[in-house]
C-alpha cells in the first residue's frame, strides 16, 4: 500500500504541450510539497501547501502551477513545456510538526 | 548558492568496513539535519536525524554526528552492507516548511 504515489512515472513529451503530474498520500499528513532533481542531482523545493493553502514557492516559472484539491492531493500543471523542465519531479509530504518528509518515487519528465 | 554541500559525488567502500559520508553548510540558521536514502527508480527515504543540540544521533549501524562550529555533519555507517549501496542526501531545516538537500553521494558497498 504505497505512503505517496505519483502518476505518471514516465512522461515524454513534445515542446510547447502542457502536462499534469498527480500526486496523493495516505498518511493523512497536512503538508505535501514538489521538487525537482535536475541533471546536476540536486532536489530543490518548488512549492509547497500546508491544509491546501500554498506556503513555499520558489522561484518557479509561472508556467508551473500546483493545484491542492484536498490535503491528500496535490497535482502539478505544467504549460508551454520547454527543455529545460526535463528533469525528475518528486512529491513528497509529512505532518505539519515533523520535519521528515515521504517521497513518493518520482515522476521522470523528458521534454523533446 | 548551495546552502547544503556534499563534496564527495562517490564513495566505494568494502563490505564490513565503515562508510563515512560528509556534508557541510553555510546557514548558521539550520537547527535541524536529516540524511535520506534512495535506491534507483524511488523516492529518497528518511534515514537519521539530528537536532542542533546534540552532536550525535545513533540508530542502529547508522551515526550521525554534528559540528556545529564547523559547520559540518557527517553519516557513519558501520559495518558497510552490500543492500546500503544507493545515494545518500544530507538536508537541513530552519524548523519551518522548508528543507534543503545536497547533490547526494553515491555509495558502493563492495561484497
Known amino acids: 500500500d504505497t505512503a505517496v504515489s505519483q502518476t505518471p512515472k514516465y512522461l515524454v513529451t513534445q515542446m510547447g504541450n502542457d502536462k499534469s503530474i498527480k500526486c496523493e498520500q495516505n498518511?493523512?499528513?497536512?503538508?505535501m510539497y514538489w521538487y525537482k532533481q535536475d541533471s546536476k542531482k540536486f532536489l530543490k523545493i518548488m512549492f509547497s501547501?500546508?491544509?491546501?493553502?500554498?506556503?513555499i514557492n520558489e522561484t518557479v516559472p509561472n508556467r508551473f502551477s500546483p493545484k491542492s484539491p484536498d490535503k491528500a492531493h496535490l497535482n502539478l500543471h505544467i504549460n508551454s513545456l520547454e527543455l529545460g523542465d526535463s528533469a525528475v519531479y518528486f512529491c513528497?509530504?509529512?505532518?505539519?510538526?515533523?520535519?521528515?518528509?515521504?517521497f513518493g518515487a518520482g515522476t521522470r519528465l523528458s521534454v523533446l | 548558492d548551495q546552502q547544503v554541500k556534499q563534496n564527495s559525488p562517490s564513495l566505494s567502500v568494502q563490505e564490513g568496513r565503515i562508510s563515512i559520508l560528509n556534508c557541510d553548510y553555510t546557514?548558521?540558521?539550520?537547527?535541524?539535519f536529516l540524511w535520506y536514502k534512495k535506491y534507483p527508480a524511488e523516492g529518497p527515504t528518511f534515514l537519521i536525524s539530528?537536532?542542533?543540540?546534540?552532536d550525535k544521533n545513533e540508530d542502529g549501524r547508522f551515526t550521525v554526528f554534528l559540528n556545529k562550529s564547523a559547520k559540518h555533519l557527517s553519516l557513519h555507517i558501520v559495518p558497510s552492507q552490500p543492500g546500503d549501496s544507493a545515494v545518500y542526501f544530507c538536508?537541513?531545516?530552519?524548523?519551518?516548511?522548508?528543507?534543503?538537500f545536497g547533490a547526494g553521494t553515491r555509495l558502493f558497498v563492495k561484497a
Open positions: 498518511l493523512g499528513h497536512d503538508t
Open positions: 546557514n548558521s540558521m539550520f537547527d535541524y
Open positions: 538536508a537541513a531545516n530552519t524548523g519551518g516548511f522548508k528543507t534543503i
Open positions: 513528497a509530504s509529512s505532518r505539519q510538526d515533523q520535519n521528515i518528509q515521504y
Open positions: 501547501y500546508n491544509n491546501k493553502e500554498l506556503i
Open positions: 539530528i537536532s542542533s543540540i546534540k
